[in-house]
């Protein structure tokens, strides 16, 4: 009885601590969002968000102090940064309106020294291609030339200028092949060209063995069927390394292509899910392992006994339960920064010396989060109704396991987006406030090979709404959701479900919360298409994301706006003034409709907002609006 009574008391303390964390605890944005080591090891690169933006620093460590700051404009972030030699760094920018939006970038390259000094935008060129190891003075930097075809040059780093390269594309305009992009091993030697195919998305790939020799096709989608993703070079250059689709269905594989009579092996396959990334070596940039992320993070190592692989394994042995990844050597490889985090750790930076063999803490992205205090995320699987196996993330309270109240929170996208094992501050945020948080891969997402995600075109409100439905009957059989106190909630395509849930579904849920999200189908194909089209200045890449994977037939029928009589669960509505991905109509009509059909409906609009929240005092407000709904209808004290 003591014991129970002491381990009571455990939980009692772990739950009372994550508790007392208010909402601004959990949401703040992190002090850190990216890190990079000076060449010497002297300084850090690091990006910090301020509201609406992000900024970069360079921090001293010999005494950690903040040496320089480049500030950009409003709803801009610092995208890609690189150290260029031991002082001088040259970063790009992106801009976005709304939280949950894709960023597109700005024009132009800009620098600064370590010291903040010679802080200038240096070129209209935006895409850096090698930082060329060997070379204190330039970068390579691709762009189009005269005639727009893809090309790559010298940049000086100080003045902008550019020396073009004798070298351009081989891509002819009779040849209806659209200008790709180059590859530059670890030398800054580009050995590996990517073309396209018009109106297609056929991806031509050309090889040449050195600099000298002429370029030579290797690799065609069309002919073999299967898409390719350029990885990294084998070391020494004697392959390339790739990921393959597989349109048979399965998960992607690892292939390497020879530079000598270009034969394709496969090298890596899981049996789950697609690689998520590789590691390249900081002497050579060839690949030495490749990361899956199947359920929680893992790695195989194509070079065993590379030092880096070795010092990757000897941390990761050291931070069991967590993932570890480099993000970068000193230029004399005695010295790297490495993050490791996990599902109850934000993240943290530690300096890893490989002389001692000692890593010491430096800095975290969330200082103020316990890990200990946080719940912990557990990779899931069940059966969806056709038998095909669907993964998803359970996050309970801590030290509770059985008849919670539960919230289903499908991600947006949908197509090609997945959620991953790690440190999500809402869900802990839910957690802590004693909600069981499930989020589902669904049909339609990422990580789970091009089948798997193709089952989902044309399936909104059809195979992908069931497999929710099929997740959250299967919570309730094995007894760890109450099945009186579930309701499902999402932002953009996730809230789309959530409405969807609860119109398809009546009595499964108390209730559902929609946040940025798309209600009305027909005007998704109709007018966000045309603005999708002018936004991006268009493609065929827009009219295929919605024709193919929405569809065009019987949209009124996966339309929760026009669904609305069929809802018969308290709803929860939110969106941004500014939203152009989904547009603030959807909500106001989804609301209109609701008020009409004679259902509880509540709605805030946040003005000067896009898609998704920026400012944190709106993102304190929707999180109290959050829970105090959830509370009313699906917590402890409220009624069945």
């Not at 933006?53 to 690189?82: C, N």
């Not at 089952?455 to 760890?480: E, F, I, K, P, S």
Request: proline share 5%.
């Amino acid at each position: 009885m003591k014991i129970k009574i002491l381990v009571l008391s455990a939980i009692l303390a772990f739950s009372q601590a994550a508790l007392a964390l208010t909402a601004a605890d959990f949401l703040k944005d992190a002090e850190f969002n990216s890190v990079a080591l000076s060449p010497t090891g002297e300084y850090l690169a690091v990006t910090v968000p301020i509201s609406n933006r992000s900024a970069l620093a360079i921090i001293r460590l010999a005494d950690m102090k903040t040496t320089g700051v480049f500030k950009p404009e409003s709803e801009a972030y610092i995208d890609d940064f690189i150290w260029v030699n031991d002082t001088r760094i040259l970063f790009n920018t992106a801009k976005k309106i709304g939280r949950l939006e894709q960023p597109y970038l700005l024009p132009g390259l800009w620098g600064m020294d370590a010291d903040g000094s010679n802080k200038k935008r240096i070129s209209n060129l935006r895409s850096m291609l090698s930082d060329l190891p060997n070379d204190d003075n330039n970068i390579l930097v691709q762009y189009y030339d005269s005639l727009y075809r893809t090309t790559y040059g010298l940049q000086n780093v100080y003045t902008g200028q550019v020396i073009p390269s004798k070298h351009v594309s081989p891509v002819k305009k009779i040849d209806k092949l659209t200008a790709g992009g180059y590859f530059a091993d670890g030398k800054g030697d580009v050995l590996v060209f990517l073309a396209g195919r018009e109106g297609t998305e056929d991806s031509i790939f050309f090889f040449r063995k050195t600099m000298a020799d002429p370029w030579v096709q290797v690799y065609d989608s069309a002919v073999t069927k299967d898409d390719i993703f350029f990885m990294g070079y084998a070391k020494g250059n004697q392959a390339v390394y790739f990921q393959r689709e597989n349109s048979l269905g399965g998960p992607d594989s690892i292939i390497s292509i020879g530079m000598d009579g270009h034969e394709i092996n496969e090298v890596l396959k899981d049996d789950n899910v697609d690689p998520f990334t590789g590691l390249l070596s900081p002497e050579d940039g060839s690949l030495y392992a490749v990361k899956f992320l199947d359920g929680k993070p893992r790695y195989e190592y194509i070079e065993p006994k590379s030092p880096f692989a070795l010092d990757h394994q000897k941390l990761r042995n050291s931070f069991p339960g967590q993932d570890v990844r480099s993000l970068g050597y000193t230029k004399k490889s005695d010295k790297a920064i490495y993050y490791v985090s996990s599902d109850r750790n934000p993240g943290d930076y530690y300096l890893y010396n490989r002389t001692t063999g000692k890593a010491d803490y430096v800095l975290s992205d969330k200082r103020w989060i316990d890990p200990d205090t946080m719940a912990e995320t557990l990779p899931i699987k069940y059966k969806a109704r056709d038998g095909l196996e669907i993964e998803a993330l359970l996050t309970r309270p801590k030290g509770q396991d059985k008849g919670l109240p539960t919230v289903i929170y499908p991600h947006g996208g949908p197509m090609g987006i997945y959620d991953r094992w790690g440190f999500d501050s809402e869900v802990q945020f839910l957690a802590s406030r004693g909600y069981a948080v499930v989020q589902v891969n669904f049909r339609g997402s990422g990580n789970y090979g091009k089948k798997f995600k193709e089952a989902g075109y044309r399936q909104w409100g059809g195979a992908m709404q069931d497999d929710l439905t099929d997740a959250t009957q299967w919570l309730v059989t094995q007894g760890m959701a109450n099945p009186k106190k579930i309701c499902i909630y999402g932002s953009s395509y996730g809230a789309y479900a959530a409405l969807m849930g609860v119109a398809k579904e009546p009595g499964l849920y108390a209730c559902a919360i929609g946040n940025v999200g798309v209600y009305d189908i027909p005007k998704v194909i109709k007018d966000d298409t045309i603005n999708a089209y002018e936004r991006y200045s268009s493609g065929w890449w827009a009219k295929k994301f919605f024709i193919e994977t929405i569809g065009t037939n019987d949209l009124e029928a996966i339309s929760p706006v026009r669904l609305a009589s069929s809802i018969k669960v308290p709803v929860l509505l939110a969106g941004g003034e500014l939203d152009f991905t989904a547009p603030i109509g959807h909500t106001k009509k989804m609301h209109e409709a609701l008020n009409k059909a004679g259902v509880p409906v509540e709605m805030k609009i946040y003005l000067n907002e896009g898609h998704g929240n920026y400012l944190l005092e709106n993102q304190l407000d929707w999180a109290n609006r959050l829970v105090e709904f959830l509370d009313k209808h699906i917590g402890p004290s409220s009624g069945s």
